[in-house]
């Protein structure tokens, strides 16, 4: 593995190296959303709207669990492609070792507070009386039983890209993707099991099981030969290994938590037109995700590049690798914006058959898609941030995006237009999140790397 590794940061040139890391991520990236997105699809199928609604409702919890993926599994490969670059092997271990104790311990927290306080907390996340017993149901599968397996087999996937083998990473991801969309309709619809939204749950925590297995057996089979490490004798609290695992992944983490935040604002907000409308936005948001999968894939391929390529000191080397792949997301993106602008309501009535969730939703994907390309940008320079250690300014970025700006303007614009004026928000705040991280980009790289010339 570690041939693999130095060839793959050392030897290969720069747009062939991000796209060996970057394309297997990718891949597991889009099969991930596209299961995610099955469960509204296949729901949407069944005709209630209310059903449609409690899975979008349920988005901030599985966003929660991404948090801490992103905290333990961003942070920690960061961290060990920074350790691995300048030759530290001891802190390589530790690293690897707090990242996964440490987020098998947050993921039992969460399910224990989701098992306990389920009523008012999916409330508080936007659920009324139409809704909340779907919900329930759904967030029991899904986080009271599936928080563990989702959260460790989402942090190992980032350990296995950074040990050198991103194919295996995104071949578990990937399976664990089909074998979802392949149970969904055989619990959900009664010529199967005729479970209905629960079925759709109980076929994500399977996935879910399956992909922790998959990657359990992958280091059982290299333990001796690889730098992740699960000996408890490696686990510290020390500020040097776990300060620097969640300093670095703390910008994603954030973002993502604030997102769950953002969402739960949308819903309550969105709630009060109807379900009909919670159901459209979540839909929107849904095809949203599509050219956001391919930027996170890009994002995570990118990480261990990154982090390597800073800890050498090798500052060109990593200004390249950001610059190229900000234009390829770009280039991606503005094809996806352009799909959506195009045809909307062909692209909402594949997930739902309703003419006021279809009519609801065609003005907010085309207001909200202008964002694709304009995120493409802030995320990017966030994830290369982080990966190189510059903390403060990685989470400005993260804050940025979600929290600091969308909330609030969901309060401003809902006000001054109701309903549509929620559809502007995302590209407002991207489009300043965007701004803020040019500017980082040219500091930090462009003018770092000319000096070192």
Request: with cysteine; net charge positive.
């Amino acid at each position: 593995m570690k041939d693999s590794r130095e060839q793959i940061y050392e030897q290969l040139r720069v747009p062939k190296a991000v796209m060996k890391m970057a394309v297997p991520t990718i891949i597991s990236q889009i099969i991930s959303m596209v299961y995610n997105m099955a469960d509204t699809f296949y729901i949407g199928q069944l005709g209630d709207p209310s059903q449609v609604a409690a899975v979008s409702i349920a988005a901030p919890a599985a966003l929660l669990l991404t948090a801490l993926a992103n905290l333990f599994g961003i942070g920690g490969s960061g961290a060990l492609s920074r350790a691995l670059g300048s030759g530290e092997s001891d802190k390589a271990a530790k690293i690897t070792s707090f990242s996964v104790y440490a987020s098998a311990m947050a993921a039992i927290v969460v399910s224990l507070v989701f098992f306990l306080t389920s009523g008012g907390l999916l409330t508080l996340m936007g659920a009324d009386a139409s809704t909340l017993e779907f919900t329930r149901k759904y967030i029991f599968w899904v986080i009271v039983l599936g928080a563990l397996p989702n959260l460790l087999s989402l942090v190992l996937s980032h350990f296995t890209r950074a040990d050198g083998a991103p194919k295996y990473a995104g071949y578990v991801l990937s399976a664990g993707g089909i074998l979802n969309l392949i149970l969904d309709p055989i619990l959900i619809f009664d010529w199967g099991c005729g479970l209905g939204l629960s079925g759709a749950a109980i076929a994500t925590f399977i996935s879910n099981l399956f992909t922790l297995a998959a990657f359990i057996i992958y280091y059982v089979r290299k333990r001796g030969s690889t730098v992740v490490s699960f000996r408890p004798s490696d686990f510290t609290l020390k500020k040097e290994v776990s300060l620097d695992v969640t300093g670095t992944g703390l910008p994603s983490a954030l973002q993502t938590l604030l997102a769950s935040v953002s969402n739960m604002f949308l819903n309550n907000f969105a709630g009060a037109y109807g379900s009909n409308v919670v159901a459209s936005i979540g839909i929107v948001k849904k095809l949203d995700q599509v050219p956001m999968s391919i930027t996170i894939g890009f994002a995570q391929g990118i990480v261990p590049l990154v982090g390597y390529s800073y800890g050498k000191k090798n500052i060109k080397k990593t200004a390249d690798i950001i610059r190229y792949t900000g234009i390829v997301t770009v280039v991606v993106s503005l094809v996806f914006t352009a799909v959506y602008e195009l045809f909307p309501g062909s692209l909402i009535s594949l997930f739902i058959n309703d003419a006021a969730t279809i009519a609801t939703g065609i003005p907010f994907l085309r207001i909200m898609c202008i964002s694709t390309p304009l995120m493409a940008v802030a995320f990017i320079m966030m994830t290369s941030l982080q990966a190189s250690g510059k903390k403060t300014q990685s989470t400005i970025l993260s804050v940025m995006r979600k929290g600091a700006l969308d909330i609030p303007l969901m309060f401003i614009l809902n006000a001054a237009f109701p309903l549509i004026g929620l559809a502007f928000v995302q590209p407002v705040a991207e489009g300043l999140a965007m701004i803020a991280a040019l500017v980082f980009y040219r500091k930090f790289f462009v003018r770092s790397s000319d000096s070192a010339l």
